[in-house]
């Protein structure tokens, strides 16, 4: 079982729509990171949290650690937001875990 | 240049071939990492060099062999690789800790014959 869930792994919205995904995650972390890799591989690290919310432009990532579950929200999306999304955790130490990712394709 | 890059950006070896994959960072971080990304699978990390002090994951197999000569250059050494290690290798530079941001390279897509 990976110590990374994320839901859904696929995700296709009309533009215009507001998206959510989610990340569960089983152990104890320092921080979470949401990622976006652009179809060609070239990821970028939209968020870094280890508690409460962020907010970046149409992007929001809340993380509740309790609950070891973090969300990440899009609104208005549009089709340049189509990506997969990664949820990634650092467990104390230096131990990444990373999910299989949620791949969103947003429709004009 | 800025960012972090790296080279090649596409790679097909043999086998029984020796190549290097290379990555450079020009943020003047002091962490850099090698990932793998094999095809509907969680991204893996293989290697972290902190102020040049290296972390294995150690299922990482030793056909894989890094080197870090100082804090902007990172390299992994392939050697007598598998078809299963095709994928798309990526590299990433942090300030210093794993836990800050991490900046990564367009990576470098790998098939092995």
């Known amino acids: 079982k990976n110590e990374v869930e994320q839901s859904p792994q696929n995700l296709t919205a009309q533009e215009g729509e507001f998206i959510t995904i989610n990340c569960s995650y089983s152990?104890?972390?320092?921080?979470l990171h949401w990622l976006q890799q652009h179809p060609g591989g070239g990821i970028v690290s939209l968020f870094m949290?280890?508690?409460g919310k962020k907010k970046h432009g149409r992007l929001i990532a809340t993380i509740n650690i309790q609950e070891k579950h973090s969300s990440l929200h899009i609104t208005a999306s549009h089709p340049r937001d189509s990506a997969v999304y990664i949820c990634?955790?650092?467990?104390?130490?230096?131990?990444?875990?990373f999910g299989t990712g949620t791949s969103l394709t947003v429709i004009p | 240049e800025t960012g972090v890059t790296q080279t090649p950006r596409h790679l097909v070896m043999g086998m029984t071939n020796k190549k290097s994959l290379k990555c450079e960072q020009h943020?003047?971080?002091?962490?850099m990492y090698w990932y793998k990304q094999s095809a509907k699978k969680p991204l893996e990390l293989m290697f972290v060099?902190?102020?040049?002090?290296?972390?294995e994951n150690n299922s990482v197999p030793s056909r894989f062999s890094p080197e870090c000569p100082n804090s902007s250059h990172l390299f992994l050494h392939l050697h007598t690789l598998q078809p299963e290690d095709s994928a798309l290798y990526l590299c990433?530079?942090?300030?210093?800790?794993?836990?800050?941001?991490?900046?990564f390279g367009p990576g470098t897509r790998l098939t092995v014959l």
């Open positions: 990433a530079s942090s300030q210093g800790r794993i836990t800050d941001t991490q900046y």
């Open positions: 152990v104890g972390i320092s921080a």
């Open positions: 949290l280890s508690s």
């Open positions: 990634a955790v650092n467990k104390t130490g230096n131990q990444f875990y």
């Open positions: 943020l003047g971080h002091n962490a």
């Open positions: 060099y902190s102020l040049e002090e290296r972390v």
